[in-house]
């Protein structure tokens, strides 16, 4: 990853303390890629040896052709993957999943900080430094975790998607708009509709001690609704059409909710939401 060669007399503090993350991270994303790459040749080695006691001559052809090509790349990617010998393909795929992963898991760590930093370099007016950040996020993410659409089945933590929108709006439209998705998070508070009494909208956050953020879910003409208040406690209860009860909903309770992805705007925002059978 390039960086810019700014004095360390001349450059803003928040400008180098997200250079350093995005390097540190960098960093390590090589060390896993090198560490996983020489588990592979390692595994390359055995199944070669495998397949040459078996007498199996095309097979270990095969794989010596991929051992002399990992030493002459460097790389492993989807792109090399074969489909014979099936023991070669389940390597490939092995160890790309698990490069994957463990990448997945670093770009997860730095991002989160990076967010922050961005946010307070913003809210201190130092804004071409945060633009500087959101560069580094962007190109984090852009270069090491591909866009992946949830399945119908997938369960997004609310987590997840407030920290994909606060990252990169732009990549998050690409991952969950117009997607129908259920979220789970902390239900935050409810509230009537502003722009249809009828309705209401419930409100997930994060999981306790993550930095904010709201998922506004308009639940859908399919839903009822009535508040209950009694003493300081407020519980709105989900009805269905048909009258009975599908969920009595507090603050601070843990809650899944169904709806289609509308994007950001001051809030994240869930539209049609139902709830999960």
């Not at 990169?168 to 998070?185: E, F, L, N, P």
């Not at 306790?208 to 519980?235: H, M, P, Y």
Request: with cysteine; proline share 3%.
């Amino acid at each position: 990853m390039a960086l810019l060669l700014i004095p360390i007399g001349v450059r803003a503090q928040g400008l180098a303390a997200g250079e350093a993350e995005a390097q540190r991270c960098e960093e390590r994303i090589a060390s896993v890629k090198r560490d996983v790459l020489n588990r592979y040749a390692d595994a390359l080695a055995e199944l070669q040896a495998q397949l040459q006691k078996a007498a199996d001559l095309e097979g270990a052809l095969a794989v010596r052709t991929e051992r002399e090509r990992v030493k002459k790349d460097d790389a492993l990617s989807e792109e090399q993957f074969v489909q014979e010998p099936k023991g070669l393909h389940a390597l490939q795929q092995q160890h790309v999943a698990k490069m994957r992963e463990l990448i997945s898991a670093l770009v997860g760590e730095s991002v989160p900080k990076l967010i922050e930093l961005k946010k307070q370099l913003t809210i201190a007016g130092k804004l071409d430094e945060a633009v500087s950040v959101r560069a580094a996020i962007e190109r984090l993410q852009n270069d090491h975790l591909p866009i992946a659409k949830p399945a119908s089945a997938d369960i997004v933590p609310a987590d997840a998607l407030l920290t994909a929108y606060a990252a990169d709006r732009s990549r998050a439209d690409k991952t969950y708009k117009g997607q129908k998705i259920t979220v789970r998070g902390l239900v935050g508070g409810f509230r009537q509709d502003p722009n249809d009494a009828k309705h209401y909208v419930v409100f997930l956050t994060r999981a306790a001690g993550g930095s904010g953020g709201w998922v506004q879910c308009a639940l859908g003409d399919a839903l009822r609704c009535r508040e209950e208040k009694q003493f300081n406690t407020s519980t709105l209860i989900i009805l269905n059409k048909e009258g009975d009860t599908l969920a009595r909903v507090q603050t601070g309770q843990t809650m899944e909710i169904r709806g289609v992805c509308e994007g950001f705007e001051e809030v994240v925002h869930l539209t049609k939401c139902e709830l999960p059978k």
